[in-house]
């Protein structure tokens, strides 16, 4: 079973910028689809990007296409999320999450780390 942790959350400006990783340990990185998810007050937990095991092909929520880049060093056991352009209305708990299957719901995940903080000021 893998074992998940997040870092890089913090406060930002709208219009910023910020890079969240998440490390891996206890399994094999790379047999694992990745994902990151946000979480608001009050709000389901949404998909924003996910990424394929081998061959890194990534998937975006419509929100977040052009701004934000998800990616992954399997030789770090850590995979990315590089957040631009920063909206307000991002500010969230962000999750990343892992599965041997892929894909972009919230169910398709087995494993979540415990979620680091962004919060986007106006």
């Known amino acids: 079973q893998v074992q998940l942790v997040e870092s890089g959350g913090g406060l930002v400006q709208a219009g910023g910028s910020l890079r969240l990783s998440c490390a891996a340990s206890g399994s094999t990185f790379s047999r694992y689809a990745m994902g990151w998810f946000r979480q608001a007050p009050g709000k389901e937990r949404e998909f924003v990007a996910a990424i394929t095991r081998s061959y890194g092909n990534t998937a975006y929520a419509d929100s977040v296409k052009g701004r934000f880049t998800i990616s992954r060093d399997n030789a770090k056991n850590t995979v990315y999320l590089q957040m631009n352009s920063l909206k307000p209305e991002e500010t969230a708990v962000y999750y990343c999450?892992?599965?041997?299957?892929?894909?972009?719901?919230?169910?398709?995940?087995?494993?979540w780390g415990q979620g680091t903080q962004v919060t986007v000021s106006s």
């Open positions: 999450a892992a599965s041997k299957r892929g894909g972009i719901s919230p169910g398709d995940y087995d494993t």
